[in-house]
């Protein structure tokens, strides 16, 4: 038996992508096979699809960092036939299988239960970047800063990580100042909850080890020179929650606001997080995200329309969260 995937081959160092026929006995190790409905695009899949970082570890592989589907067959413990279920991270898209595809087969203990409060669509138009977005709020909560601490800034905010991570912040109270290099999209950070917007080179010039201090914590999803501007600009005792690398790995800083100024600089990795750490920025996202804030920075596409607007999302031209659909 065979289903519709999107499949990434290469051949002597040149790298095709198509949708094709991809049997179902080459599906990976696993002990559940899901019947997918709904994935996403995100930035590693738009690294994944176009070649441009050697995020793909085997060949052929079907790119698609998440998805949400139904439980067709499985032998993991606590799952059943038709549990909905959803995926955010654990390699898929990379080195095992993913999401562009009618069907996956993976560990069961990768599986989170679809929370009863999102629908199919909804849940990947959180997706892997709204989840991520959670985990940086929690790591922001878990680190003391509250709503009262001061303004929070949120870089890259018109992206997937951004949008989600303003929308939630917003709701939670907190006034949230957002970052971008796309001065049309102020309307749409605002009507997400951001109380102000700065454009993107106010935190793009050559930092210095610490400026005044303007914001209680961050989210970064861009790394680099933009991190070590809002590492310099955070006050005393402040948590920045590093989620991404758009604009590069390097981070031109010092210690002196880590050892002057004692802020804290978290970690956000999404894609081997525990179960447990799942679970809460899931029930955040549940309780906090607004649905229909959720629906205003959300697009649908088929499979075909997410391949061409891979190349799109790394220039940073796709605005929120675009779900893609599995058709039947």
Not at 132 to 138: E, I, N, P, S
Not at 251 to 262: C, E, K, M, Q, Y
Not at 280 to 301: I, N, Q
Request: with cysteine; charged share 20%.
């Amino acid at each position: 038996m065979s289903f519709k995937a999107v499949v990434i081959e290469k051949t002597d160092d040149v790298q095709g992508v198509g949708i094709k026929q991809f049997a179902i006995d080459d599906l990976m190790e696993g002990d559940t096979v899901v019947r997918i409905s709904h994935s996403s695009l995100n930035y590693k899949d738009g690294l994944a699809i176009t070649g441009a970082s050697p995020v793909v570890r085997r060949f052929p592989m079907v790119p698609g960092i998440d998805f949400v589907g139904i439980v067709e067959s499985t032998s993991a413990e606590g799952l059943n036939a038709g549990d909905a279920v959803l995926l955010n991270g654990w390699g898929t898209g990379e080195r095992h299988l993913g999401g562009w595809a009618q069907k996956s087969r993976v560990p069961g203990k990768w599986l989170t239960p679809l929370p009863a409060g999102f629908t199919p669509e909804q849940a990947m138009a959180v997706g892997t970047a709204g989840y991520t977005a959670a985990l940086c709020v929690l790591a922001l909560q878990d680190g003391g800063v509250t709503p009262d601490s001061g303004e929070i800034v949120v870089s890259g905010a018109a992206g997937g990580v951004g949008s989600v991570a303003v929308s939630l912040l917003a709701s939670l109270g907190y006034s949230v100042v957002a970052s971008t290099g796309r001065a049309e999209e102020e309307g749409y950070l605002k009507k997400l909850g951001a109380s102000r917007v700065i454009p993107r080179d106010e935190l793009a010039a050559a930092p210095r080890p610490l400026e005044k201090e303007l914001w209680a914590g961050a989210v970064d999803s861009v790394g680099s020179t933009t991190l070590a501007n809002i590492l310099a600009k955070t006050k005393y005792g402040g948590t920045v929650a590093c989620c991404g690398l758009a604009a590069g790995m390097d981070l031109p800083t010092s210690v002196a606001p880590f050892i002057l100024r004692g802020i804290t600089l978290r970690g956000i990795d999404s894609v081997m997080a525990p179960p447990e750490l799942r679970a809460r920025a899931w029930e955040l996202l549940d309780r906090t995200l607004d649905r229909s804030v959720l629906g205003e920075m959300t697009s649908v596409v088929s499979l075909e329309q997410a391949v061409e607007a891979a190349g799109d999302i790394l220039k940073g031209k796709v605005r929120g969260r675009m779900v893609v659909k599995i058709e039947d």
